[in-house]
Nanobody, 116 residues
Framework: QVQLVESGGGVVQPGGSLRLSCKAS?????????MKWHRQAPGKQREFVAH???????DYGDSMQGRFTISRDNAMNTVYLQIDSLKPEDTAVYYC?????????WGEGTLVNVSS
């Protein structure tokens, strides 16, 4: 089956940077999927972070513009999320999401903990 596996999370100090990765495997034609990142902070609802289309157009959630950069490498079946100038409020589980037609796949998430 299709699997999305996120990695790259961890504990980081405020002001630091992280690059999250999400690798797709299984019966998925990765280049035709739109890819998104979402996050869920403790005690809060899941929120949209970033989106990249099949043509590499990007858009970002409110307040995400500027510190978050989404990119993809179709040859590696991987989408990335670069997060700079991390803040404690960025602490959350980050999930990747693949969308095409009626197909909607999710990973299990990777935890980012911004703490001094």
């Amino acid at each position: 089956q299709v699997q999305l596996v996120e990695s790259g999370g961890g504990v980081v100090q405020p002001g630091g940077s992280l690059r999250l990765s999400c690798k797709a495997s299984g019966p998925i034609t990765f280049p035709i999927y739109d890819m998104k990142w979402h996050r869920q902070a403790p005690g809060k609802q899941r929120e949209f972070v970033a989106h990249i289309t099949t043509e590499h157009s990007t858009d970002y959630g409110d307040s995400m513009q500027g510190r978050f950069t989404i990119s993809r490498d179709n040859a590696m079946n991987t989408v990335y999320l670069q997060i700079d100038s991390l803040k404690p409020e960025d602490t959350a589980v980050y999930y990747c999401n693949a969308l095409y037609g009626g197909f909607d796949f999710w990973g299990e998430g990777t935890l980012v903990n911004v703490s001094s």
